[in-house]
């Protein structure tokens, strides 16, 4: 497959996940983690930017023992949490478990 035509396939997945939609003020962020802490980053970058009054990470504990380990003990929006936490304390809500 030639880059073309890689570039016009990765368009349309990028297109339909994007979905050109306008950032708005919300209640909360709800952010679906992943073992992409970029996700939880960009996230929180959107509180700071004052999107919403909190924020709230769904998950448990990163991954232990397994090829996605991160060699964390902890949800990765918590551990984000321990770079920001006196900018925006009070702010962050984690869920429990994830299903």
């Not at 979905?19 to 980053?41: G, M, P, Y």
Request: glycine share 6%.
């Amino acid at each position: 497959m030639n880059t073309k035509k890689i570039d016009e396939l990765a368009k349309i997945i990028w297109d339909y996940h994007h979905v050109n939609h306008e950032l708005k003020k919300a209640d909360c962020i709800f952010v679906l983690c992943s073992n992409d802490v970029r996700v939880a980053e960009y996230a929180t970058g959107l509180l700071l930017k004052d999107f919403a009054p909190k924020i709230l990470f769904s998950g448990g504990s990163a991954h232990q023992n397994d090829l996605l380990a991160t060699g964390w003990d902890i949800p990765e929006g918590r551990k984000l949490l321990l770079k920001i936490n006196l900018r925006i304390q009070g702010k962050i809500l984690f869920s429990a478990k994830s299903y």
